[in-house]
């Protein structure tokens, strides 16, 4: 029998055996973890920090201004199928069909910087041809493949794929009813073909998060086995469905457990791939703002949090106001308050050698991908205090219209490579 000293040490390795009976914001977890996934988002396992957000709101350069850092990845979105005339836009019969410019990466992206691409595929469509998987060729597959292949030759940029996500949810076009083995076919055939065309893509599968649990049949059935899968993932977000409260102590830890056991059972890296605490406008409230994002996002921003759940290398900022059951305001940027928070906890964690930030791009021929930690943690929240807020807007599903008028510019697309 190991002496306790022998225990105690062992369990102060929480990097390479990190025990999850460690309270995470007043939770105490059971299972031991070995994190021996590979590093995907970049070459140490530092923790990386996405943003997502509706482009007529900010570029990502524009981020990176408000927000005082060089964050290392930025989110995206497709309606699929498309073509290259198409693809910058909503899905046939969206309320508007505007142009979506943060879908050209290319183009769009001009912060200067290696941040990875991270692309997310609705198969949102429907037409007379058919609607949501139906529409998903081999030969459309193969277009896709050297879209995504093509963003990264052209910009040296990292890309990453979440392909369908949330598949439980019965507002996607691909959710129930749509059976659970077709949504499983076309992910496999779709991983195969992606795989053939462009070996170097990461294939992210990530359903949805259970709380309340209101999604019948779980995510067990749309598993296509650990040979499709690259990184598992899973959208996080506290809702006060009515009433703005302070975040449940016990909120993350439970829905986490479910999705991230996939990724201990497999031991894939995780990826929280979109996440925020909601505000809902014209509801009875019992606290503030700041103190739900603080709440929220103090616990995935902690030490403690990443050494419970070591298989996490990377979460996203879900940087949207929209309407749901009721209109939510999920925004770190927009008020002051909440962004100076916000950048507080960033800056404490990085201060603890935990976060990884992009490098400058050498050029636009790169190939490699690297990050660095941005050192100067006072200039960042000075900068990111310094900034006026951005508009608010709305988002649903893969495509989104802004609801305060913000004016659409002309875009000059480069087709992709064939």
């Known amino acids: 029998m190991l002496s306790m000293s022998v225990l105690l040490a062992l369990a102060s390795c929480t990097m390479a055996l990190s025990p999850r009976q460690a309270s995470v914001n007043g939770t105490t977890t059971s299972t031991t973890t070995t994190s ?8 140490d396992c530092k923790f990386t920090l996405g943003a997502w957000f509706w482009h007529t709101d900010m570029t990502p350069s524009q981020w990176n ?20 005339s198409s693809m910058l836009f909503t899905a046939p019969g969206a309320r508007s069909q505007v142009p979506i410019t943060l879908r050209d990466v290319q183009g769009e992206w001009t912060e200067g910087t ?12 429907e037409t007379s041809q058919g609607r949501g998987l139906d529409l998903i060729t081999d030969e459309w597959l193969r277009y896709f493949a050297n879209h995504l292949k093509k963003i990264n030759t052209d910009t040296g940029r990292k890309v990453f794929l979440r392909w369908c996500p949330e598949m439980e949810g019965t507002w996607m076009i ?4 749509v059976p659970m083995s077709t949504y499983v076919a076309v992910w496999i055939r779709m991983y195969r073909i992606m795989k053939q065309v462009y070996p170097d893509i990461h294939i992210v599968w990530a359903p949805n998060y259970g709380w309340p649990n209101d999604i019948p049949g779980g995510s067990a059935g749309y598993w296509p086995g650990p040979e499709y899968v690259d990184i598992v993932g899973s959208s996080l977000y506290w809702k006060g469905f009515g009433r703005n409260t302070q975040v449940d102590k016990s909120f993350i830890t439970t829905v986490m457990n479910g999705q991230y056991e996939y990724a201990t059972r497999y031991n894939k890296p995780f990826v929280i791939t979109e996440a925020s605490g909601a505000w809902e406008l014209d509801v009875p409230s019992v606290t503030d703002q700041v103190t739900i994002q603080r709440q929220f996002w103090g616990e995935i921003l902690s030490t403690e949090f990443l050494d419970a759940y070591p298989l996490i290398q990377a979460a996203y900022i879900f940087d949207f106001a929209k309407p749901e059951e ?13 962004r100076n928070m916000f950048t507080g906890l960033v800056d404490a964690l990085d201060a603890k050698g935990r976060m990884a930030w992009a490098a400058t791009a050498v050029s636009s021929s790169s190939s490699t991908t690297t990050t660095t930690v941005a050192t100067n943690t006072a200039t960042a929240t000075a900068n990111a205090a310094s900034v006026v807020a951005v508009s608010t807007t709305s988002k649903s599903g893969a495509y989104g219209m802004s609801w305060v008028g913000a004016v659409v510019v002309g875009v000059v697309f480069a087709a992709a490579a064939m």
């Not at 290696?114 to 469509?125: L, R, V």
């Open 36 to 43: 021996t996934a590979p590093c995907v988002f970049n070459t």
């Open 65 to 84: 201004q408000v927000m005082g850092r060089q964050y290392p990845s930025f989110q995206t979105d497709y309606s699929v199928p498309f073509d290259n």
């Open 114 to 125: 290696q941040a990875s691409a991270f692309i997310t595929a609705y198969a949102d469509q």
């Open 174 to 177: 691909y959710g129930p009813p």
């Open 326 to 338: 009721f209109f939510r305001d999920f925004k770190v940027s927009n008020s002051t308050s909440v």
